[in-house]
C-alpha cells in the first residue's frame, strides 16, 4: 500500500512538471519549413536548417523525444522552435529535420528540451548544446548535424536533466546521464533529406556553414 502510495504520488509530480514544462514552452514557434509548402519567401528572413539525432546509451528503452530547440540571437532574441520527430532510425536512434527562420548574422543552438514516457514514469531533459553558427541575408544555409547520446554521468559533469521527480528522472536516465554531443558536416546527405521532405527547397541554392562550439 505505502509502495502504491508512493508510485502515484511521483507519478502525480512528474504530471506537474511536465505541465509547468509545456507551460514555459507555449510561445514556442513553428519549424520555419513545412511539408506543404511549395513556395518560400526568403526576402526578410534566413533559414537554417540542420539535423538532429538523440539517443539514450544509459537507459536505452527511455529515447529521448525531442520537444523544442531553444535558439539566442546575437541580437539577444532568444526564441524556442517546436520539433516534430522525423523518424526511428535502424540504430535506434530518433531522427529530425530541423528548420528555424532568424535573421542574418550569429546565432547559438542554446538548448535541446524533450522528455522520455514509460509506464508510470514521465521524465525530462534540458541539454545545452552552445553550438555557434553564422546565416547570410535571404538564404537557406545548412549548418550541420547535432548527434546527442545520454550517457552515465561521471562526477562533475552536466546532467541532462532535473533530479526532480527522483524516481522517473533515475529510471530515464537523466539526473545520473550526460549528454555527449558532437556536431558534424553531414550537408552530402543531410542536404537531399531536407530538399526530398521540403518541396519549397526545390530549385534553392543551400549554402553549408556548419556550427561549432
Given amino acids: 500500500m505505502r509502495a502504491n502510495r508512493m508510485n502515484s504520488a511521483n507519478v502525480g509530480l512528474g504530471i506537474v512538471l511536465l505541465a509547468l514544462s509545456l507551460l514555459g514552452t507555449g510561445c514556442m514557434s513553428p519549424m520555419a519549413l513545412n511539408h506543404q509548402g511549395a513556395s518560400l519567401d526568403l526576402s526578410t528572413k534566413s533559414i537554417a536548417v540542420f539535423t538532429l539525432s538523440t539517443s539514450n546509451a ?3 528503452f527511455y529515447n529521448p523525444n525531442v520537444q523544442c530547440v531553444r535558439i539566442l540571437s546575437g541580437n ?8 516534430e520527430q522525423t523518424c526511428r532510425s535502424e540504430s535506434g536512434s530518433y531522427d529530425y529535420l530541423v528548420s528555424v527562420d532568424v535573421q542574418p548574422g550569429a546565432h547559438t543552438l542554446k538548448n535541446v528540451m524533450g522528455n522520455s514516457f514509460g509506464p508510470l514514469v514521465m521524465a525530462t531533459f534540458d541539454f545545452p548544446v552552445e553550438g555557434t553558427f553564422q546565416v547570410p541575408a535571404n538564404s537557406v544555409t545548412y549548418v550541420g548535424h547535432v548527434e546527442m547520446v545520454n550517457r552515465e554521468r561521471q562526477s562533475g559533469e552536466t546532467r541532462s536533466g532535473s533530479i526532480f521527480p527522483l524516481v522517473d528522472q533515475a529510471v530515464a536516465g537523466y539526473s545520473g546521464g550526460t549528454f555527449d554531443v558532437t556536431l558534424s558536416d553531414r550537408s552530402k546527405t543531410d542536404i537531399p533529406l531536407f530538399t526530398q521532405n521540403y518541396p519549397c527547397l526545390q530549385g534553392v541554392q543551400i549554402s553549408t556553414a556548419v556550427m561549432h562550439k
Fill in 58 to 60: 544509459y537507459r536505452p
Fill in 76 to 83: 539577444s532574441e532568444d526564441r524556442k522552435f517546436r520539433v
